[in-house]
């Protein structure tokens, strides 16, 4: 014998999505530039050049 399919009796409340600037863009963001200046350290220390010259802006 199969048991019955339960169907929820409550809808879930779903927040609408968030556009502009909220707290996960901004931990995003700031967490994306962390990184950035990171791997701009990690490239200056390597190559024993700044990233100006790495990149031939110098």
Known sequence: ???????PTETPNL???KF???D???RLNGRAA???FLL????EYLTGQGLL???GLQ
């Open 15 to 17: 927040e609408e999505p």
């Open 40 to 43: 701009i350290l990690v490239i």
């Open 20 to 22: 502009g600037f909220n």
């Open 1 to 7: 014998m199969s048991e019955p399919s339960t169907q």
């Open 24 to 26: 996960y863009a901004e």
């Open 34 to 36: 962390m990184v950035g």
């Open 53 to 55: 010259s790495w990149l």
